[in-house]
């Protein structure tokens, strides 16, 4: 079993629909990351979490530690939006030098 | 600032050569990590290293040497190139900021490669 699980692995949603990824992850975390790769390969940190909620214009990330699980939330999805979404936990032990395991990426498609 | 910049962006080798793969960050970050990413597999980490002259082996080390002469720096080499090292590497690097270290990580673009 992976240490990283997200769900689904493919999405495809029409343009303004409201968008949940899953992140499930089975180790002690310091942090989560969400990463947004775009078809041209290049990846970005969208959000770093260790408790709560996060709000990025249309993006909303929150995290449940007790029940080990993080949700990626897409509101009012436009094309722009097709990407793979990357989970990614880092270790709660310091001497792990912030290493990140990652998860397998949602792809989403947003089609207009 | 340019971030992190990774040289070439596409390679092809025949196996058996040799080559070595350039990151270079303008952040002053402490920490630098390679990456390679397959069809159907998550990011794995090759390397890291925590600081200028220091290296330490990640999740899937095997057939890769690793160096940071300067802080900037952080070169990914491959010895004798194999059919299973294509895949697209790419490059990080993050500060370490309070007791944990909790900084957002920066990638490159990457580099394909393709061995032969």
């Known amino acids: 079993k992976n240490e990283v699980e997200q769900s689904p692995q493919n999405l495809t949603a029409q343009e303004g629909e409201f968008i949940t990824i899953n992140c499930s992850y089975s180790v002690g975390i310091s942090a989560l990351h969400w990463l947004q790769q775009h078809p041209g390969g290049g990846i970005v940190s969208l959000f770093m979490?260790?408790?709560g909620k996060k709000k990025h214009g249309r993006l909303i990330a929150t995290i449940n530690i007790q029940e080990k699980h993080s949700s990626l939330h897409i509101t009012a999805s436009h094309p722009r939006d097709s990407a793979v979404y990357i989970c990614a936990v880092r270790s709660m032990i310091k001497a792990a030098g912030n290493k990140l395991t990652f998860g397998g990426g949602t792809r989403v498609l947003v089609k207009p | 600032n340019a971030g992190v910049t990774q040289t070439p962006k596409f390679r092809v080798l025949k196996t058996g050569q040799s080559m070595t793969l350039l990151c270079a960050q303008d952040m002053n970050h402490e920490y630098m990590y390679w990456y390679r990413q397959d069809p159907g597999m998550g990011l794995r980490l090759i390397h890291y290293?925590?600081?200028?002259?220091?290296?330490a082996k990640g999740e899937v080390p095997d057939g890769y040497n690793v160096s940071r002469l300067k802080k900037q720096n952080f070169l990914l080499g491959l010895e004798s190139a194999a059919p299973s090292q294509t895949s697209v590497y790419f490059c990080?690097?993050?500060?370490?900021?309070?007791?944990?270290?909790?900084?957002?990580?920066?990638f490159g673009p990457g580099t394909r490669l393709t061995v032969l």
């Open positions: 979490l260790s408790s």
């Open positions: 290293s925590v600081g200028e002259g220091t290296t």
């Open positions: 990080a690097s993050s500060s370490q900021r309070g007791p944990q270290g909790r900084d957002t990580q920066y």
